[in-house]
């Protein structure tokens, strides 16, 4: 059975603009292997609410999910290892 998913990404803006597109298919390519994605929406450059790895600013994204519930595992572990990524959250949305 599928859950939705909601995943929030904080990608530090240090990155550029280049570095920070490839990123974003980066991760839009690891979500798509293991799931149906719903909506993706780019909010952009937000002041944080405290510095994270001296940055003040964060590049936020937003994806919208349906996966098995072990994909959002396999796709905080690939987070956790992706440089430049500053915070991510993934939460299962109530339908």
Request: cysteine-free.
């Given at each position: 059975?599928?859950?939705?998913?909601?995943?929030?990404?904080?990608?530090?803006?240090?990155?550029?603009?280049?570095?920070?597109?490839?990123?974003?298919?980066?991760i839009?390519?690891?979500?798509?292997?293991?799931?149906?994605?719903?909506?993706?929406?780019?909010?952009?450059?937000?002041?944080?609410?405290?510095e994270?790895?001296?940055?003040?600013?964060g590049?936020?994204?937003?994806?919208?999910?349906?996966?098995?519930?072990?994909?959002?595992?396999?796709?905080?572990?690939?987070?956790?290892?992706?440089?430049?990524?500053?915070?991510?959250?993934?939460?299962?949305?109530?339908?």
């Amino acid at each position: 059975m599928a859950n939705k998913y909601e995943l929030v990404v904080i990608l530090s803006p240090a990155l550029g603009e280049e570095a920070i597109a490839s990123t974003t298919e980066l991760i839009k390519t690891k979500i798509e292997s293991g799931a149906t994605i719903i909506g993706v929406e780019t909010v952009g450059v937000r002041r944080m609410a405290y510095e994270i790895k001296d940055q003040k600013d964060g590049f936020y994204l937003q994806f919208n999910f349906t996966s098995g519930p072990d994909f959002p595992k396999e796709i905080e572990r690939v987070l956790k290892i992706t440089e430049g990524i500053l915070r991510f959250l993934v939460v299962r949305i109530d339908a």
